[in-house]
């Protein structure tokens, strides 16, 4: 059974940083592309980045883009999240989903989910 | 980017009636759309991806129909369990981008 489970979400001021990890069971880490998908309280899905298998290939949302960086540890299978310069728009619920095999990208499962909230 | 727009935003219906939820998109997105379930408090869960393959354990009353800019999920017979807000959401063209949702409620 896929098991993704986040951690790291807490409560930051506006420009700090925050590391999101993932840890992930039940299926071939290394094999699959994994992103990071977001939502503000009340509000739709947003997809913030997703990672290749092997990390080689990383893609962001540009209201991320230069402030946040997706990584994985294939060894520990484990994927991450680093986030700078944190805005009140950051605030949201960060899930860690498991990509359909390639070249599919619609995202098969889901963690349940670690929160972040910037102030300002 | 693609954006992509629902319709109806909310719709309100019976168990037993049909449903179907229209997604619109700016560009083509070929057959590369998949709709998600959500309900209060829970998780976001694959419905069907390629435009119309049921994910694993989703009853067959669920289907997803169409191409290009104009893509379909249809629920034959809405059950109680049914009542939820439902996402699309595009993977045709970086960045990926979801639908604002459609909230299915009980009328």
């Known amino acids: 059974e896929v098991q993704l489970v986040e951690s790291g979400g807490s409560l930051q001021q506006r420009g700090g940083s925050l590391r999101l990890s993932c840890a992930a069971s039940g299926f071939t880490f290394a094999s699959y592309a994994m992103s990071w998908v977001r939502q503000a309280p009340g509000r739709g899905l947003e997809w913030v980045s997703t990672i290749s298998g092997p990390g080689s290939s990383t893609y962001y949302a540009d209201s991320v883009k230069g402030r946040f960086t997706i990584f994985r540890d294939n060894s520990n299978n484990t994927l991450h999240l680093q986030m700078k310069s944190l805005r009140a728009e950051d605030t949201a619920i960060y899930y860690c989903?498991?990509?359909?095999?390639?070249?599919?990208?619609?995202?098969?499962?889901w963690g349940q989910g670690t929160l972040v909230t910037v102030s300002s | 980017d693609i954006q992509l727009t629902q319709s109806p935003s909310t719709l309100s219906a019976s168990v037993g009636d049909r449903v179907t939820i229209t997604c619109r998109a700016s560009?083509?997105?070929?057959?590369?759309l998949a709709w998600y379930q959500q309900k209060p408090g829970q998780v976001p869960k694959l419905l069907i991806y390629?435009?119309?393959t049921l994910a694993g354990g989703v009853p067959s009353r669920f289907s997803g129909s169409g191409s290009g800019t104009e893509l379909t999920l249809t629920i034959s017979s809405l059950q109680s369990d049914d009542f939820a807000t439902y996402y699309c959401?595009?993977?045709?063209?970086?960045?990926?981008?979801f639908g604002q949702g459609t909230k299915v409620e009980i009328k």
């Open positions: 560009q083509s997105v070929s057959t590369w």
């Open positions: 390629k435009t119309s």
């Open positions: 989903a498991k990509l359909h095999i390639s070249p599919d990208g619609s995202f098969e499962s």
């Open positions: 959401q595009q993977y045709n063209n970086d960045p990926w981008t």
